[in-house]
């Protein structure tokens, strides 16, 4: 075997893990906490996620079983991989509609969605509400489960009702916060991306250049001001920032001052631990031998 042929394998065992990550663990986990990043979670196992995922991105205008053998991970082809992987982290931070996507595959397969029957428990005064099946702030922060390979870690996806749409006080906060990102809280605004990443995004744009924070002070300020959420949600939502450096969810780290998270990768061996680092460094903020960061965080959100 040649050295191309030993990368190229490589290359596709990573693709697998990620893949079987992605539909076995991150996403019903996102589901079961009911993660804002999606407005609604109609499925919650982990062979429902890989039904729609692979309908919509092998499949296309067919079932997927009819375009490769069954099991998917071995007969995929490396593009095919790649884009299941995509369409899964697309979904996992809000930037495509679960909703959607199922209906569109079990319109595929023939079938209508039936109507999910909700179970209801009626307060003092009458009305009834959703018995959610987890609390969403009970989770790791921004971390897939222990036994991942990944440790640590346009269609508009519903907004919940409970989210509050950025206002235009909450812009100016920002922009008067930090002034040099007027431009950035324009482009957040601007965009197509879901109500919940559009408020995490715009938070980030008030930590100073030479502070940092954390996903815990974040999810702390939005939970005080605006609505429910925790840690890990705040850092799905950041996971793939388009707008990134220049909206900087590097100045983010986890809550016990180690590196976090960063374009996909956690902690100090993720992949792109050194380019957070570097950034960071050059803004002034230092690191002990340890790897915790000094000095406290950022908290002054508003």
């Given at each position: ?18 893949w ?17 990043v ?25 079932p997927?079983?009819?375009?490769i ?8 082809t490396?593009?095919?991989l ?40 009626t ?5 009834s ?25 346009d269609?508009?996806?519903?907004t919940?009702a ?9 812009r100016?906060?920002?922009?008067e916060?930090?002034p ?51 840690a890990r949600?705040?850092?799905n ?14 100045r ?51």
């Amino acid at each position: 075997m040649n050295k191309s042929d030993s990368a190229n394998d490589g290359a596709m065992d990573d693709l697998r893990q990620r893949w079987n990550h992605l539909y076995k663990h991150h996403l019903p986990g996102l589901a079961k906490t009911r993660d804002p990043v999606q407005g609604q979670w109609p499925v919650y196992l982990d062979h429902c996620f890989a039904r729609i995922v692979l309908d919509n991105a092998i499949g296309i205008d067919k079932p997927w079983m009819e375009v490769i053998r069954q099991p998917a991970v071995k007969n995929m082809t490396e593009d095919q991989l790649r884009d299941a992987v995509d369409l899964a982290e697309k979904i996992a931070t809000g930037e495509l509609d679960l909703v959607s996507l199922d209906e569109r595959s079990l319109q595929l397969r023939g079938k209508q969605k039936k109507k999910r029957k909700v179970e209801a428990k009626t307060e003092g005064n009458g009305t009834s509400k959703k018995k959610l099946r987890g609390d969403p702030t009970i989770s790791t922060y921004f971390a897939p489960p222990p036994d991942s390979p990944f440790q640590g870690e346009d269609t508009k996806a519903d907004t919940p009702a409970n989210v509050v749409e950025l206002g235009d006080e909450s812009r100016k906060a920002a922009q008067e916060a930090n002034p040099d990102m007027a431009a950035q809280v324009k482009r957040i605004a601007d965009s197509n991306i879901t109500t919940f990443r559009k408020q995490t995004l715009t938070l980030l744009c008030q930590v100073p250049r030479g502070r940092y924070s954390t996903y815990q002070a974040m999810s702390d300020h939005i939970t005080k001001t605006s609505h429910k959420t925790c840690a890990r949600a705040v850092g799905n939502a950041m996971r793939n920032n388009p707008f990134a450096p220049e909206v900087p969810c590097h100045r983010i780290l986890a809550a016990d001052g180690s590196l976090g998270g960063f374009n996909g990768s956690w902690g100090e061996n993720g992949k792109f631990a050194g380019e957070k680092h570097k950034l960071l460094h050059e803004e002034g903020v230092r690191f002990s031998s340890s790897g915790k960061v000094k000095g406290p965080p950022f908290r002054d959100f508003t």
